[in-house]
T-cell receptor, first 113, second 113 residues
Framework: EPEVTQTPSHQVTQMGQEVILRCVPI?????FYWYRQILGQKVEFLVS????????KSEIFDDQFSVERPDGSNFTLKIRSTKLEDSAMYFC???????????FGNGTRLTVT | AQSVTQLDSHVSVSEGTPVLLRCNYS??????LFWYVQHPNKGLQLLLK??????LVKGINGFEAEFKKSETSFHLTKPSAHMSDAAEYFC???????????FGTGTRLQVFP
C-alpha cells in the first residue's frame, strides 16, 4: 500500500537555525498537510495546501513557517529561525480528492537545543 | 467550535476481553468523526470514520464505533482485544467545509496477556 514518507525521522538543531522537514506524499494525492504534536500535548493542525497554495493555516503557522511543493513529489515545511518551543513531532499527511481520509507519515521528531 | 474529549488517558485490558475507549464531542455543526491509531514509531492510521451515514461504523482490525447524537459520544469498541492492539488511539472531529482535524488528547491502550 502506498505510504507518506517523511525524512529525517529525527532532526536536532540549534535555536535560531533554519530547518526543513521533508515529506513525499502519496503520488496521486492532491491535498497536503502538516500537523505537529508537542510532547504530552494534542496533535495540532498547522497548514493545508492545495493547488500550489495554502488553503488553510492555524494561528501557530506564523511568518517563521513556510511550505513548498518544489517539484511533483516533495512537500516541505521550513522553519526559518527555530525556537525551543518548536520541538515536537511533525506529521505530514496527504489525501486524494473528495472526502477521502488523510494518510499520515511516521513523523519527524524535531529537537531544538 | 469543535472539540473532542477522550475520557481516559490510559486503558488496560487483558487479551481476549472487550475494549471500550470513550470519546465525547462538541460541535456546532453536523460533525465528521474519526478514530486514528498510532503504534510506536509509526504514523497515524485511520481506524474508522463517521460522516452522517450509518450511526454504527465498522473499521479495520475488528473495531467499531457508534455515533450517539443524544449523548454527543463516539465511543470505540472491540469485542476481544489482541496484543497487537496496544497503541495510542485518537478521537478526531472535523466539520463540513474545512480540512482541519481537531484531535483529542489520546488514550493509551495496554493489553496484558
Amino acid at each position: 500500500e502506498p505510504e507518506v514518507t517523511q525524512t529525517p525521522s529525527h532532526q536536532v538543531t540549534q535555536m535560531g537555525q533554519e530547518v526543513i522537514l521533508r515529506c513525499v506524499p502519496i503520488s496521486n494525492h492532491l491535498y497536503f498537510y502538516w500537523y505537529r504534536q508537542i510532547l504530552g500535548q494534542k496533535v495540532e493542525f498547522l497548514v493545508s495546501f492545495y493547488n500550489n497554495e495554502i488553503s488553510e493555516k492555524s494561528e501557530i503557522f506564523d511568518d517563521q513557517f513556510s511550505v513548498e511543493r518544489p517539484d511533483g513529489s516533495n512537500f516541505t515545511l521550513k522553519i526559518r529561525s527555530t525556537k525551543l518551543e518548536d520541538s515536537a513531532m511533525y506529521f505530514c499527511a496527504s489525501r486524494d480528492r473528495g472526502n477521502s481520509p488523510l494518510h499520515f507519515g511516521n513523523g519527524t521528531r524535531l529537537t531544538v537545543t | 467550535a469543535q472539540s473532542v474529549t477522550q475520557l481516559d488517558s490510559h486503558v488496560s485490558v487483558s487479551e481476549g476481553t472487550p475494549v471500550l475507549l470513550r470519546c465525547n464531542y462538541s460541535s456546532s455543526y453536523s460533525p465528521s468523526l474519526f478514530w486514528y491509531v498510532q503504534h510506536p514509531n509509526k504514523g497515524l492510521q485511520l481506524l474508522l470514520k463517521y460522516t452522517s451515514a450509518a450511526t454504527l461504523v465498522k473499521g479495520i482490525n475488528g473495531f467499531e464505533a457508534e455515533f450517539k447524537k443524544s449523548e454527543t459520544s463516539f465511543h470505540l469498541t472491540k469485542p476481544s482485544a489482541h496484543m497487537s492492539d496496544a497503541a495510542e488511539y485518537f478521537c478526531v472531529v472535523t466539520r463540513p467545509g474545512t480540512d482541519k482535524l481537531i484531535f483529542g488528547t489520546g488514550t493509551r491502550l495496554q493489553v496484558f496477556p
